[in-house]
């Protein structure tokens, strides 16, 4: 079974990052997309259907939260992962409040295809 995924960072050296983790891990879960900010992702959030979004908090223009609020609105049901550098307890729990799966620092990026497979199981 494959897991698809939509990757969103506004920096490409941490989607490439994220591409690498999941083609290491070799297990099943495969990059359907990539999106370079918040408007790009609720597009191809829309277009793809991924199983599961991993979302940056920090970007320019629409950050993590907002833009998963208008995922979330859009597709109720949509499994996220807010996987930032800046998590603290306000973050967290404002991501919780809005419906977000799961939260992961990128110091923990090595965790990241084990976080993807459980947000996907449900």
Do not use: W
């Not at 506004?10 to 290491?24: N, Q």
């Amino acid at each position: 079974m494959q897991i698809p995924v939509l990757v969103v960072d506004d920096m490409d050296d941490m989607r490439a990052l994220v591409r690498l983790v999941v083609r290491t891990a070799n297990e099943g879960i495969v990059v359907a997309g990539e999106a370079a900010n918040g408007s790009e992702a609720i597009e191809l959030a829309d277009r793809l259907d991924p199983a599961v979004i991993v979302l940056d908090e920090l970007m320019p223009g629409l950050g993590g939260l907002e833009t998963a609020r208008r995922i979330l609105v859009r597709r109720p049901h949509q499994r996220i992962i807010l996987f930032s550098a800046y998590l603290d307890d306000r973050i967290r729990d404002a991501a919780r409040d809005l419906g977000i799966t799961a939260c992961l620092s990128k110091v923990d990026y090595e965790s990241l295809p084990d976080i993807i497979r459980a947000t996907a199981a449900g």
